[in-house]
């Protein structure tokens, strides 16, 4: 596709249940990135993938949260038991290749109540 | 840990200024650093990527200069529009591959008709 696309834009869901986020990064880009960030606040590192692999994901608040990347293109980020605290934009970037400019999708926004 | 700051955290001008906004980082040794703008409520757009080895790079009226030594990149933005107005992030890829970008808390700009 022309950019990075998420899904889905906007979620609301009750405390506990789980959700699952999706990211098509840019065709033929290697590297794909999570982000948090929350109301009013900065970017928070979630993990970086580099192919289907995963050499960073030591941002991942908890053991709820959990990703995958599949045949090099669309990664999935999970969230189990949600709690308020998950509250937040969530941010998907991609690269064509580690050190590259880094586009980024326009989040899917994540509301627990 | 690398750690980016960024100041200031506001600034407001009226339409026409040149402005200069900073952004320090506490480990010089990058691969490259990334300038990026932040909509309310949308993700975020790249504008300028200065590698380590380059000194500064231009794109129309934006012009980003990065001191690797002094750990140290600044982007200045001439003849401000009311459409400059959003939140302007650094961010830090470090020489590591595999590494996470660390972002900076952006500095929000109003540019003022």
């Known amino acids: 596709g022309a950019g990075v696309s998420q899904s889905p834009s906007n979620k609301v869901t009750e405390k506990g249940k789980d959700v699952e986020l999706r990211c098509d990064p840019i065709?033929?880009?290697?590297?794909l990135y999570w982000y948090r960030q929350r109301l009013g606040q900065g970017l928070e590192f979630l993990i970086y993938?580099?192919?289907?692999?995963?050499?960073?994901k030591s941002g991942l608040p908890s053991d709820r949260f959990s990703a995958e990347r599949t045949g090099e293109s669309v990664s999935t980020l999970t969230i189990q038991r949600t709690q308020q605290e998950d509250s937040a934009v969530y941010l998907c970037?991609?690269?064509?290749?580690?050190?590259?400019?880094?586009?980024f999708g326009e989040g899917s926004w994540l509301t627990v109540v | 840990k690398q750690e980016v700051t960024q100041i200031p955290a506001a600034l407001s001008v009226p339409e026409g200024e040149n402005l200069v906004l900073n952004c320090s980082f506490t480990?010089?040794?990058?691969?490259?650093l990334q300038w990026f703008r932040q909509d309310p409520g949308k993700g975020l757009t790249s504008l300028l990527l200065?590698?380590?080895?380059?000194r500064e790079q231009t794109s129309g009226r934006l012009n980003a200069s990065l001191d690797k030594s002094s750990g140290r990149s600044t982007l200045y933005i001439a003849a401000s529009q009311p459409g400059d107005s959003a939140t302007y992030l650094c961010?830090?890829?470090?020489?590591?591959?595999?590494?996470?970008?660390?972002f900076g808390e952006g500095t929000q700009l109003t540019v003022n008709p």
């Open positions: 970037a991609s690269s064509l290749a580690f050190g590259n400019t880094i586009y």
């Open positions: 961010a830090v890829v470090p020489t590591t591959s595999g590494s996470r970008l660390t």
């Open positions: 200065i590698q380590s080895s380059q």
């Open positions: 480990d010089s040794a990058i691969y490259n």
């Open positions: 065709s033929g880009h290697t590297a």
């Open positions: 993938f580099q192919g289907n692999s995963a050499p960073d």
